[in-house]
């Protein structure tokens, strides 16, 4: 499992920062699970924001969050049989 980092941007005039979140990478299924709102990256989002807004990092009521994944590259090695 890849360490997650939360680092809460610059305040905006409107006084509400997005909250960016950087999972690393993880495999494609994943990452869809992400996307649909199931499974363990979900759980791990979950947590994450929980966690920031228990210490004071952000505040109770901060809406955007932008959640950076990256896809881990296949092994063509496992593609191409014989080579």
């Known amino acids: 499992m890849a360490t997650s980092t939360a680092e809460p ?15 690393g990478k993880h495999r494609r299924k994943r990452i869809k699970g992400l996307r649909k709102g199931k499974g363990r990256l979900t759980q ?3 947590g994450c924001i929980e966690e920031l ?23 063509l090695t496992s593609l191409l049989p014989g080579l």
């Open 9 to 23: 941007t610059a305040v905006k005039a409107d006084g509400k920062a997005p909250v960016i979140i950087d999972l």
């Open 44 to 46: 791990e989002v979950s």
């Open 53 to 75: 807004k228990a210490s004071g990092a952000i505040p109770a009521n901060a809406q955007p969050v932008i959640v950076v994944v990256r896809e881990k590259r296949r092994r």
